[in-house]
């Protein structure tokens, strides 16, 4: 049974870090991998698509790395800004026929102005 | 850029009844998902439908839960017999046809109707 881990839980750094998110899945047979950002009582909102056959996707200052054999996936948020400040989640779509996406508990991020 | 909208925003319902979650997807998604996210913890997939049927349920999915699409536009998830353990965050989710199937494109998300059952 997949399992989606995401580690920090929470993490605070001050403007201007980069930073790197952690997502951990246990069985590397996926079909692509998902990073969306929840900000408090909102919906997700996707940020970036990987696919299985990839190894990274860039959008602005994030960037999304994929290593299927390890079973991990990174978030890198560049320059971070207060307003990157939300729940970051990861989810998975595992091969197989399978419509649906396993999310882990997502990492809470404050940015420090 | 389309967004998926979905109402109410948040419903409180009294145990024991039915309430009817909307959501409108984006128009030319062919994809549908109804996911729930309990207060702190993950959030879990409920279904998926593609042409007019369920392709994918979970085992959270029973008979107390049913989805339909009433017309071009709407799609709704309905709770029968609601209980206390059924308070969370309903989000609705579309995505476009892809290369292969399942889809392959991303799951768009609505900000989510809050169901608080009393």
């Known amino acids: 049974k997949q399992e989606v881990t995401q580690i920090p839980a929470a993490l605070s750094v001050p403007e201007g870090e980069n930073l790197v998110l952690n997502c951990s899945f246990t069985d590397s047979a996926i079909y692509n991998l998902q990073w969306f950002r929840q900000d408090p009582g909102k919906g997700l909102t996707s940020l970036l698509l990987?696919?299985?056959?990839?190894r990274e996707q860039t959008s602005g200052r994030l960037n999304a790395s994929l290593d299927k054999s390890s079973g991990r996936s990174t978030l890198y948020i560049a320059a971070s800004q207060p307003g990157d400040s939300a729940t970051y989640l990861c989810?998975?779509?595992?091969?197989?026929?399978?419509?649906?996406?396993?999310f882990g508990t997502g990492t809470r991020l404050k940015v420090l102005a | 850029e389309p967004e998926v909208t979905q109402t109410p925003s948040h419903q409180v319902t009294q145990m024991g009844q039915e309430v009817i979650l909307r959501c409108v997807p984006i128009s030319n998604h062919l994809y549908f998902y109804w996911y729930r996210q309990i207060l702190g913890q993950k959030v879990e997939f409920l279904v998926s439908?593609?042409?007019?049927?369920?392709?994918?349920k979970s085992e959270i999915f029973d008979d107390q839960f049913s989805v339909e699409r009433p017309d071009g536009s709407n799609f709704t998830l309905k709770i029968r017999s609601t209980k206390l353990e059924d308070s969370a965050m309903y989000f609705c989710a579309s995505s476009t046809p892809g290369q292969g199937s399942p889809s392959n494109q991303p799951q768009h998300f609505g900000d989510g109707t809050r169901l608080s059952i009393l």
């Open positions: 990987i696919q299985s056959s990839q």
């Open positions: 439908f593609y042409n007019n049927e369920i392709s994918e």
């Open positions: 989810a998975v779509k595992v091969a197989s026929g399978t419509y649906k996406y396993i």
